[in-house]
C-alpha cells in the first residue's frame, strides 16, 4: 500500500511541476533534496508528460517544432548567462580570499566591489551626459603642464573637463537650427538623476539586507545556533580550518564558563569608579574629536589664504595646498589608535562591546571631520571673493581623496607588511597581524562620502576613484594573502554587513544629500565659470526652464506638475500621511504575528 | 554556441543544467576534475552512461574538502551506496548543493543529513556529540561536550521529544543568518 502511495504521490508532483512555466520548473527541480538520478527521471517524467499534453492539445507538428525552438532558445539563454557571467569581475579573487581567510574578511572585499560599482556607474554617466558634450566645445587650455599637477589638482588641471569651472553654460547646437543640447539643464538633471538612483538602490539592498538579518534575532541567538551554524563551509586553508576549530572551542569554553559564573555582583564603590572611568573615556575621545575638528579648520582657512591671494605656482605654494589633506589623513590614520588603546583601559565586560564602542568612536570622528570641512566649503569658500569657488572645492576634494589613497596603500604596507617582519623576526610573540575589518570598511564609507559630495563639483572624480578602488584591492589582497592571519574575534558577519549599509546609508549618503541641497538651492554659483554662472542659484535654471516651457502649449502638463505638485510643501505632507498610516499598519499586523507564532508554539510543546 | 565535445550528449548536458546550479562550462570543468582524480578509471566518453564509482580516499583528497572536518560524512551522504564512494551524478550533485547558488533550506536538509551521522532522520545527543567533537578537534573535556549538547537540545527541541527532527533544525538556520 505505501508503495502505491509514493506513487501517487510522485504522480502528483510530475503533474505539478509539468503545470509550471519552464524556469519555475527548471528552479523547482534544481531546488529538490534528491539524489541527481531521481531529478533526472522526474524530470524526463515531466518531459514526457508535457510533451503527452502537447500532443492532445495542439498540431502534432507545430508542437513538436516550437518545442525543438523552445530547447534551442533555453541552450542559448544559457550560453549567453555564461558570458555574463564574465562580466563579474574578481570572482576568483574573492573565492579565494573567502577559502582562506573565512566570510568576515570577505564581507570587506565584497563590500569594495559594491562601492566600485556605484563608482563605476556614476562615471559612465557623467561621462556621456556631461563631458562628452562639453568636449564638442571645449575651449584651448593655456596653462603648461607640469607634473606635480597630478598631486595637486590645480595648475593645468583647472582648465579641463576635471573641474566645474570648466564647463560652458551655453546651449551648445553643432547643426544650425538641429537638435540643441542646454548644458546647464543637462548638468543639474544628471547629477541628481544619479542621486535618485543611488537612494533608491541603497534603499532596497538594506532593507533586503536588514530583513533577512535582523528579524527574529533576538530569542534564537543562542549557543544551539551558534554551534550548529557556526561551521563556514567556505574555508578549505588548513591552518584556516585549525584557526576556526580552535575559536569556536574557546568560545564554547567561555559560554559554559559564563553560564556558570552568573552576573558578577560590582560593589557600589567599584562600579561607580567603573562608571567614572567610561565617562572620562567619553569625554577623552569626544575632546579628541573636536580638537581634529578645530585643528582642520583653521588649516583651511589658511588654505583658503593660499588660493584667494593670488595663484604663485611656485613648488612652496603647492605644496602648501596638500598640508590640509595631508593632516586630515593623519588624524583619521592615527586617533583610532588611541581610541583602541582607550577602549583596552575600560576594560568592558564582553568584547564584543568594546568593539562597538570603538567603531562607534571612529564614526563620530570620521563624521565630524568631514561636517566641519562641508561646513567650510559651503560658508567660507563659496562666500570668499575667489574666481571659481566650485572649481576650488573640486580641488580640495580631489586632493583629499588622493592623499587618502595614498596613506590607504602606506597603511597596509607599514600596518601589514613591516607589522609581519616585525612580528615574524624582532618580537615573535606578536605573532601576525590581523586584518582590521572595522577600520578598513570605514576608511571605505569616509572615501565614498567625499566622492559623493564632489560629484557636483568635478564630475571625472568617480572614475579617479574606480582606478584608486581597483588599487586598492589588489594592494591589500596581496598584502592579505602574505602577512595576515585568519582573525580570531568571532566577527557576526551577517549583522555587520547590515550595519555597514546603513552607516552607508543613513550618515553617508543622507549627509550628502543635504549638502548638495545646500549647495545647490542656496548658493550663488560664480559669476566667471561653469554652467550656471550668472543665475542667482543652482536651481534657477530649472525654474527658468519652466518658464520658458510656460510659453510652449504642448508641455502645458510638465509646467502644471512643477507648480502643483513638486513646488508645494502641502503635495509632500499629503503623501507622507497615507505612507505613515501604512507604516503603523504594518507595525501592527506583525505585533499580531508575533503573538500567533508564541501561541502556536505553546501547542506544539503541548 | 555547438562547443564540439563528445564527453555528453546534448540531452545529457540539458538534463545536467536543469538538475543542478552550474552551467555547461562549469558542468564539463567538474567533468574534468572528476576525471584527475583517475584519469584510468573514468572514461572520456559518457554518452553510454559508464557505471564508474571513485572510491572514497580519491574524493575526500581534494583540495576542497581534504581540510573540512566532516569531509566524510559529506562524501557519505552525497554518495549513491553511503559509504563515500561517487558516480560523477553524485560528484556533481555534491558541488551543486556546496556552491554559493544553492538555496538556504536545501543546504540546510543536507547539513541536517551530514550531521545525522547514524542516518536515523534525526540528530540525538550521540549525534551532537561526534559533531562537537569534530568542531572543536577534541579541544573540549567530555563534561563539557556533554553540557553543550544538552543546551542545543533544550534550545532547539521545539517539539520536546529529546532529539532534533529536521524541522527543529530548519526552524533554527533561518533564524540564523550567518549560515553557510
Known amino acids: ?606 | 554556441m555547438g562547443n564540439k565535445q563528445t564527453i555528453f550528449t546534448p540531452e545529457q548536458l540539458d538534463a545536467y543544467q536543469d538538475c543542478t546550479f552550474f552551467t555547461r562550462k562549469e558542468i564539463l570543468r567538474l567533468f574534468y576534475r572528476y576525471r584527475d582524480l583517475a584519469p584510468q578509471l573514468v572514461p572520456l566518453d559518457y554518452t553510454r552512461k559508464p557505471a564508474v564509482t571513485l572510491p572514497y580516499e580519491l574524493i575526500g583528497s581534494m583540495p576542497e574538502l581534504k581540510d573540512n572536518p566532516f569531509r566524510q560524512r559529506i562524501a557519505e551522504v552525497f554518495s549513491e551506496d553511503g559509504d563515500g564512494n561517487m558516480t560523477l551524478d553524485d560528484f556533481l550533485d555534491m558541488f551543486s548543493v556546496l556552491s554559493e547558488m544553492a538555496p538556504r533550506d536545501l543546504k540546510a536538509y543536507y547539513a541536517f543529513k551530514i550531521y545525522d551521522f547514524n542516518n536515523d532522520d534525526y540528530i540525538c545527543k550521540s549525534d551532537l556529540e561526534k559533531t562537537v567533537n569534530k568542531l572543536t578537534r577534541n579541544e573540549l573535556t567530555p563534561e563539557e561536550v556533554n553540557l553543550v549538547c544538552e543546551k542545543v537540545i533544550y534550545e532547539a527541541d521545539v517539539d520536546n521529544d529529546g532529539k532534533l527532527s529536521l524541522e527543529d533544525f530548519q526552524h533554527m538556520i533561518i533564524r540564523a543568518p550567518d549560515f553557510l
Not at chain 1, 52 to 70: D, I, M, N, P, V
Not at chain 1, 83 to 92: A, D, S, V
Not at chain 1, 316 to 338: C, D, G, R, T, Y
Not at chain 1, 489 to 517: D, E, H, R, Y
Open chain 1, 1 to 606: 500500500i505505501w508503495i502505491f502511495h509514493g506513487f501517487s504521490a510522485e504522480q502528483d508532483l510530475v503533474g505539478n511541476l509539468a503545470s509550471m512555466s519552464t524556469s519555475e520548473r527548471i528552479k523547482a527541480i534544481q531546488k529538490m533534496p534528491a539524489t541527481m538520478k531521481k531529478k533526472r527521471e522526474i524530470r524526463n517524467k515531466v518531459l514526457k508528460e508535457i510533451k503527452k499534453s502537447r500532443h492532445h492539445s495542439a498540431r502534432l507538428s507545430c508542437g513538436q517544432r516550437l518545442q525543438g525552438t523552445a530547447v534551442s532558445f533555453r541552450r542559448f539563454g544559457n550560453s549567453l548567462s555564461e558570458y555574463f557571467h564574465l562580466l563579474q569581475f574578481w570572482h576568483r579573487a574573492l573565492k579565494i580570499i573567502g577559502a582562506k581567510f573565512g566570510t568576515s574578511v570577505l564581507s570587506y572585499f565584497i563590500f569594495l566591489k559594491w562601492l566600485l560599482t556605484f563608482n563605476i556607474f556614476s562615471f559612465l554617466i557623467n561621462f556621456s551626459f556631461i563631458t562628452v558634450p562639453q568636449f564638442l566645445v571645449a575651449e584651448p587650455n593655456n596653462l603648461s603642464f607640469t607634473g606635480l599637477e597630478l598631486f595637486t589638482g590645480a595648475g593645468y588641471f583647472q582648465q579641463t573637463v576635471l573641474y566645474y569651472g570648466f564647463y560652458t553654460n551655453a546651449t551648445i547646437t553643432k547643426i544650425k537650427n538641429g537638435p540643441s543640447y542646454n548644458m546647464q539643464l543637462a548638468y543639474i538633471f544628471t547629477v541628481g538623476l544619479y542621486f535618485v538612483i543611488c537612494f533608491l538602490i541603497l534603499l532596497f539592498s538594506m532593507a533586503k539586507s536588514f530583513c533577512r538579518n535582523f528579524i527574529n534575532l533576538q530569542s534564537y541567538a543562542g549557543s544551539a545556533s551558534k554551534l550548529l551554524c557556526a561551521w563556514d563551509f567556505n574555508i578549505t586553508n588548513e591552518k584556516a580550518v585549525k584557526l576556526k576549530q580552535k575559536n569556536l572551542s574557546t568560545q564554547i569554553k567561555e559560554d559554559l564558563t559564563e553560564v556558570n559564573r552568573e552576573v558578577v555582583n560590582f560593589s557600589v564603590k567599584e562600579r561607580a569608579v567603573r562608571i567614572v572611568i567610561h565617562l572620562a573615556s567619553w569625554i577623552s575621545s569626544l575632546g579628541t574629536a573636536v580638537a581634529a575638528c578645530a585643528g582642520v579648520y583653521f588649516l583651511s582657512l589658511n588654505n583658503l589664504k593660499l588660493f584667494v591671494k593670488g595663484h604663485k605656482n611656485d613648488l612652496e605654494s603647492q605644496a602648501a595646498m596638500l598640508v590640509l589633506p595631508i593632516v586630515a589623513s593623519l588624524l583619521n590614520a592615527f586617533v583610532p589608535f588611541f581610541y583602541s588603546w582607550l577602549g583596552h583601559l575600560e576594560r568592558y565586560q564582553t568584547p564584543g562591546h568594546q568593539v562597538y564602542v570603538t567603531i562607534a568612536r571612529n564614526i563620530i570622528l570620521k563624521i565630524s571631520i568631514v561636517g566641519i570641512l562641508c561646513y567650510y566649503w559651503v560658508n567660507i569658500v563659496a562666500t570668499s571673493q575667489s574666481q571659481c569657488w566650485e572649481t576650488l572645492v573640486g580641488q580640495d576634494i580631489y586632493r583629499l581623496v588622493l592623499v587618502n589613497f595614498l596613506f590607504c596603500l602606506l597603511g597596509s604596507f607599514f600596518g601589514e607588511f613591516l607589522r609581519r617582519i616585525i612580528g615574524t623576526t624582532f618580537c615573535v610573540s606578536l605573532g601576525l597581524p590581523k586584518f582590521d575589518i572595522g577600520r578598513n570598511v570605514l576608511d571605505l564609507i569616509y572615501v565614498q562620502t567625499l566622492i559623493w559630495i564632489g560629484i557636483l563639483f568635478s564630475p571625472l572624480l568617480p572614475g579617479i576613484q574606480t582606478i584608486a578602488f581597483s588599487i586598492v584591492f589588489y594592494v591589500k589582497k596581496v598584502s592579505l594573502i602574505m602577512n595576515c592571519q585568519p582573525p580570531r574575534k568571532v566577527w557576526k558577519t551577517a549583522q555587520m554587513t547590515t550595519s555597514f549599509m546603513f552607516l552607508l546609508f543613513f550618515p553617508s549618503f543622507v549627509g550628502v544629500l543635504s549638502v548638495i541641497g545646500v549647495t545647490v538651492w542656496r548658493l550663488k554659483p560664480s559669476e566667471g565659470c561653469g554652467p550656471f554662472r550668472g543665475l542667482p542659484s543652482m536651481y534657477a535654471a530649472v525654474s527658468e526652464w519652466i518658464k520658458i516651457l510656460e510659453n510652449h502649449t504642448p508641455s502645458k502638463w510638465v509646467v502644471w506638475i512643477y507648480y502643483n505638485l513638486i513646488t508645494r510643501a502641502l503635495f509632500f505632507f499629503i503623501l507622507s500621511v497615507p505612507a505613515l498610516i501604512i507604516a503603523y499598519l504594518y507595525w501592527k499586523i506583525i505585533q499580531g504575528r508575533k503573538t500567533t507564532i508564541k501561541l502556536l508554539h505553546k501547542q506544539i510543546i503541548n
